[in-house]
């Protein structure tokens, strides 16, 4: 797996580093965690959406 350099504030870094250090390991693992989280939450959001939008022209046709 490729990854990518990322530059972010000391003191974000380790205030996060001691906030959730009891679950992650570093800030790296925090915010793989927090962007994968999003990302699936995005998915899951435009799914929902797609599928309003196909029921509701099913409705309109009345195939509901």
């Known amino acids: 797996m490729s990854s ?7 003191d974000l870094c380790v205030a996060a ?4 250090a009891a679950r992650f390991h570093s800030v790296e693992e ?3 965690f ?7 939450d ?3 959001a435009s799914d929902e959406n797609e599928q309003r939008i196909v029921e509701e ?3 309109e046709l009345g195939y509901i």
Not at 17 to 20: I, N, P, R, S, V
């Open 57 to 59: 022209r099913l409705r």
């Open 4 to 10: 990518r350099q990322i530059q972010l504030p000391e």
């Open 34 to 40: 927090v962007l994968r989280d999003l990302v699936q």
């Open 30 to 32: 925090l915010l793989e």
């Open 42 to 44: 995005c998915a899951v």
């Open 17 to 20: 580093e001691k906030k959730f």
